[in-house]
């Protein structure tokens, strides 16, 4: 079975490779190679040309900044926009080290999304208000700051892929 | 700095990135600013009132005339102002009240 993805072609090994590299990026392409039954070489070929493709954009160490004994908040920032600054407010907002995650949606008003983080309530505020509030475009901002986290997983890829 | 330029500089307007945004609590923007005394004079009468209590009782109003206005004069009354903890109306008319007697004495 083969998948297209903007002119890259992706057959079962290649995704069978990418859904062991989502459960352990570290693993040895001999070992990976075992586990698929097929040569490491043919597993260091097939990464090499999904990292060359964007297909894989990078290896990262998830921390877990509770244990490691960070000090920080989360806020989910929800931004109104003018529709007609909306992308380049959200493009400014991807600019920020503070600024985790960014969304456009569509609901009555143009929304901008986004996952803030900071060290506490008032760098926070300092933030929104020096960085964000004089973005052209912005009409007006909500923020909810994150009390408890049930849930934060990646897109883990599962079973085949059909072709198009 | 003469008076005349003094005042001149006090009324002067702002560049967006120096306005006074409006909150109403933590990260919560109203979609009001002001970009000069005027101004502000003027968002004093609109804005909801728990932007004008949460602004006054963190002393961002005190802040932002003395840093980015640059009138200690005024600066200084708002802060005379925060210690007697006005809220509701009150504060508003109060607010309103030293702002605009001190636009009209920087204007003379």
């Not at chain 2, 004069?73 to 006005?86: A, D, T, V």
Request: hydrophobic fraction near 40%.
């Amino acid at each position: 079975m083969k998948t297209k993805n903007r002119g890259n072609v992706l057959d079962d090994l290649d995704w069978r490779i990418l859904q062991v590299l989502q459960e352990n990026a570290r693993q040895p392409y001999m070992e990976t190679g075992r586990c698929l039954q097929v040569a490491h070489s043919t597993i260091h070929d097939r990464i090499k040309k999904m990292e060359e493709q964007g297909i894989i954009e990078k290896y990262m160490a998830i921390v877990n900044l509770e244990k490691a004994g960070a000090k920080y908040i989360t806020a989910i920032m929800t931004v109104f926009t003018d529709p007609k600054e909306s992308e380049n407010v959200a493009e400014k907002l991807s600019k920020f080290e503070e600024v985790l995650e960014v969304f456009t949606s569509l609901s009555e008003e143009l929304l901008i999304i986004a996952k803030v983080i900071a060290e506490d309530q008032e760098k926070l505020h300092l933030f929104i208000a020096h960085s964000v509030a004089p973005l052209a475009g912005v009409l007006r901002i909500r923020t909810s700051i994150v009390t408890k986290k049930y849930k934060d997983e990646i897109f883990f890829i599962k079973g085949s892929h059909d072709s198009e | 700095m003469n008076s005349f330029s003094s005042n001149s500089r006090i009324l002067r307007k702002l560049p967006r990135e120096n306005a006074f945004y409006f909150f109403t609590s933590i990260g919560n923007y109203t979609g009001m600013s002001a970009m000069s005394l005027e101004d502000f004079i003027q968002k004093i009468k609109e804005v909801n009132i728990k932007s004008l209590e949460f602004h006054l009782h963190r002393g961002d109003f005190q802040k932002w005339t003395d840093e980015t206005l640059e009138d200690k004069e005024l600066s200084e009354k708002i802060r005379s102002l925060q210690l007697l903890k006005p809220v509701g109306n009150t504060l508003r008319d109060q607010l309103y009240f030293i702002a605009s007697k001190r636009f009209e004495e920087l204007k003379k």
